[in-house]
C-alpha cells in the first residue's frame, strides 16, 4: 500500500486531564520519553487554561520547557483562548492547538463564548502566527453535541471557511467528542470538506472509541484521504457525557489496525503495549481499548506454554 | 440509505460454549425468547457435537424443540460432519450451519479431519439437503489461523469453489476466527471472492473484536456488499488463542453501529443493551462490547441529574 500515516498522541492531554489525582511532573515526562522512544513524536503534552480550571494540567509550561530535552518530539499544546495562545507563543510553543466547538452549546460550556467569538479569536492568532510555529486547529463537535445531538455538515463547512482562510497551512482537525459518529457520517462529513476546501489541505480526525466505533471511524476518515489521527495511550480520557464509559480511541489499537493494514505508523507496537499497561495502571486513569489486552494475553499464553 | 442488514445472533452458541459453568436449559430458552423479541430471529441455538466435548451445549437438541414455540424465531444449529448434520436434519433442524477451517492445522485441532475431508463430508450434505431446508457454511480462518498465522486469498477462493457449486442458494460465511482480520484484508478477501463467484450469492461475515477491530471489519465487509454478519450479545465468546481476551464481535455494538449509519437492523437497540447487561452477569461469563457500556453510563448519568 506505501502509505504512511501519523498518530498525534494526546494521552498526556486529554487522557491525563481526566485523572484525578496529580500525576508528578517527573512522572508525566517519563510518559513523554517514552512515547517519543516508541515513535509518537507528534504530542500533545498538555493546555495552557487556567490552573484552577484544570490542575492537572497546570505544569504544562515547565514540561513544555523539559520536553526540549526529547530530540524528536514535536510538542503541541492546547489552546481555547486568544489570550492562552498569546501565553503559548511567549512561553516558545512550538506548535499550538486551538479547540473551538461547533455547536453553541457545547463551546459556551466548554470555553464561555460562542463559536463566532471562538473563531475571530482564532483568525486573530492564526493569521498573526509567526512563520516557524504551527497550527492545529480543532474543531469540536464536528459530528454530533452532547446537548444539541447531530451536527449538520453544513454548519461545520460555514464555520471551517474564514478559519481555513485564515491560515491554509495549519492543521484541521474534525473531532467526535462524543464518540457518536458512525462510519457513514465520518465518511461524508470529509467527503464534503474534501470538495469544499481541497484534498490537499491537512486533516485530521480525533475518534472516541466510547461506542465500540473508534477503529471503525478511523478506517473510514482513512479511506476519505484522512492521515492524521489522535489517539490516546491505554485510551485513557473517559467521555464526560456518560462518567463510566471509555473515551479516546487507544493509540495501541490504532498501530495495530493500521499495521496490520501495511499502513506505516512508524511505531513500535510490542513497546507500545507495555506502555500503555503502565499507563492504564495510573490511579485514578481510565482505560480502554483491546489491543493491548490481547496482545497482553496471548504473549502470557505464550510464556505459560512454553514453560511446561 | 434503504438498506437493511441481517444480524444472526450466535451468543447462544459461540458465546455460551466458552461459559464454564452450565446454564440451564430454560435459562437459555429464555435467552431465545427475548433475543427474538428484540428483533434478532436468526439465532444459532447450539451445536450438534458429541456431548462429551461440549457439555455446555449437550441440550441443543432439546432446546431445537422448545425453540419451535418462539413464532419468528429462524434457530439454527451448528454440525461439524457430515455425521452430525444428519443426526441434526433428523431432529427437524431447519438450518444447518456446517464448519470448516481453510488452515490444514486448525481445521485438523478443531474436528481432527484435514479441510478436504471436511470439504467431502459437506459436499454430501449440501447435494442431498432437503429443498425446505437451510444451509450456511462457516469457513474459519479465512484470514488468519492461530497456528499458521496470515491466510492467502487464493487458498480460500480454491477451497469454496467445489462447496459453492454444491449448493449455491447456502449462506457462506467467511469468518476471523482468531479477530486478527484488518479492515483491508477483510475489504480484499470480499471483494475477491465477490468478483470469482459473484456478488448476489449470500455472503456473511463472522468477525471477532479481541483486538478492538471487529466494528471496522464489519464496515469494511459491508462496502464491499455483505449484508449478514454474525455477533454475540454481550460480545459473549473469549478468546481461546489468547485467554482473558474477548472474543466475538458485540450485537449492541452492530445494531448502534448500522442504525446510526441509517441501516435497518429490524433490532430494539435498547431492549438489546438491558438484555446484554443479564447476560454479562452470567457465571463465568466473559462480556465484551462498548455499546452496552456507554448507553448503560449514559442512562445512569440522566437519571442522576434528572432527580437532583
Redesign the interface.
Known sequence: ?NTSVTLVEVGPRDGFQSVGPFIPTEKKLHFLTQLDACGLHDIEIGSFVSQKALPQLADTPTLLELARDIPRLRPRVLVPTLQQGRRALAADAPCLAFVLSVSEAHNRSNVRRTPEASASEYVALATSLPDDKEMRLNIGTAFDCPFEGRVQVDDVVRLLEPLISALPRAEFCLCDTT???????VSDLFKAVGESFGRDLRWAFHAH????????N???AF?QGVRVFDASIAGLGG?P??????GNV?TE?LI??FE???VSTGCDLDRMVALAGEAALLPGAQSG???R??????Y??ELNSSST
Request: one cysteine or more; proline letters at 4%; hydrophobic letters at 45%.
Open positions: 500500500m464518540g457518536r459518529a458512525d462510519p457513514k457520517q472509541d466510547t461506542y465500540g466505533l473508534g477503529a471503525a478511523v478506517y473510514a479511506l467521555c457525557f456518560a462518567p463510566g464509559a471509555t487507544a489499537d495495530y489496525m496490520k493494514m501495511g481499548g483491546r489491543a489486552q490481547a496482545i497482553t494475553a496471548r502470557a499464553a
